[in-house]
């Protein structure tokens, strides 16, 4: 670059740099400043609120979808971002476009598509375990569900992972969108894959609803229950408008009326019987998130 283009490009983003520096403790005013997210001002206060204990650690950090679409030199955006705010972090994005041109010292960027479980292994063999996990990728329910299922046991205890934009649980996948437009020009957002059932088994936020009772699931009053993984490792989920986190840890301690799912000795006793088959309760099936990818979860694996 000539002497004179580079003093051109640093006095136009002398403002932006300046800027980024003095905010860089809090993610409220890194948002709008990167021009990050769709709704900057909610997404910077939750960030803030849940990232803000582990600013100054040294962590590995995942964010899906660079932002730029099919523009291999747009986007990249958040993921400076992130750079500023963890300065002693490392920042890992994917895309299903090539990005690697907006990689920097710091940001390494993989190009594939986030529902490809060879392509998501061969990622964290090189990344390692990470530490914080953000999908903001093609927002399609099934795909969502599927990477956390593959990513979540990548995350390492206390790490945290979060799902941006859960609204496109709500938007259908008509199939009739195409009879009003070509289906070369199709919006992305026809192909969400969401439902305007609420209770729908297929969209991410009641997949999510149903890992709440996971963190519950000592407390089950069901005799030979076999906890699941997201069972024994998340310990806390919270929910927003159109956004989910989801912690990682140890949530195999025992319960307090129910323990390993059976009601202790002193309450049988207190009840008056000696043990639960006395009770002669149905118990119904419960179903296992785990299961599209069963094989993942098993000992042997994890
Ligand atoms: C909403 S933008 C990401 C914005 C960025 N995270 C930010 O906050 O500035 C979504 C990105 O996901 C990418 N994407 C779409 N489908 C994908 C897929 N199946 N796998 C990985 N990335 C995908 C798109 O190319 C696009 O760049």
């Not at 962590?59 to 660079?66: F, H, N, S, T």
């Not at 392509?119 to 990477?147: C, M, P, W, Y």
């Not at 998340?234 to 408008?241: D, E, G, N, P, S």
Request: with cysteine.
């Amino acid at each position: 670059m000539k002497l004179d283009s580079y003093c051109q490009t640093f006095f136009k983003n002398l403002p932006h740099q300046l800027k980024s520096f003095i905010y860089r403790k809090d993610l409220r005013k890194l948002l709008p400043l990167y021009n990050s997210k769709w709704n900057p001002n909610m997404y910077g206060q939750r960030y803030q609120q849940h990232f803000a204990p582990l600013r100054t650690k040294k962590l590995k950090i995942l964010e899906i979808g660079v932002g730029g679409y099919d523009d291999p030199l747009s986007g990249g955006d958040s993921l400076r971002m992130w750079k500023t705010y963890f300065p002693n972090s490392m920042i890992y994005g994917i895309d299903i476009v090539d990005k690697k041109a907006l990689e920097s010292d710091r940001i390494k960027i993989f190009q594939d598509s986030q529902d490809d479980e060879n392509f998501l292994e061969k990622v964290v063999a090189e990344t390692g375990k990470l530490d914080i996990i953000i999908d903001d990728g093609s927002h399609q329910n099934e795909h969502v569900i599927k990477t956390f299922q593959i990513l979540f046991p990548e995350l390492n205890d206390g790490g945290i992972y979060v799902v941006e934009d859960t609204h496109t649980s709500y938007i259908p996948s008509y199939d009739n969108w195409s009879n009003f437009c070509s289906d070369s020009v199709l919006p992305h957002w026809a192909r969400y894959g969401g439902s305007l059932d609420l209770y729908d088994s297929r969209t991410m936020i009641n997949f999510f609803k149903r890992l709440v009772d996971c963190l519950s699931h000592q407390e089950f009053l069901h005799p030979g229950y076999s906890p699941n993984y997201f069972d024994k490792h998340i310990v806390a989920i919270h929910f927003y408008r159109n956004q989910v986190f989801i912690y990682k840890g140890d949530n195999t301690g025992p319960g307090n009326v129910v323990e390993n799912n059976v009601l202790r000795p002193e309450w049988l006793k207190e009840i008056g019987i000696k043990s639960m088959e006395e009770l002669e309760l149905e118990f119904p099936t419960i179903d296992d998130p785990t299961r599209l990818l069963s094989n993942r979860y098993s000992d042997s694996h994890l």
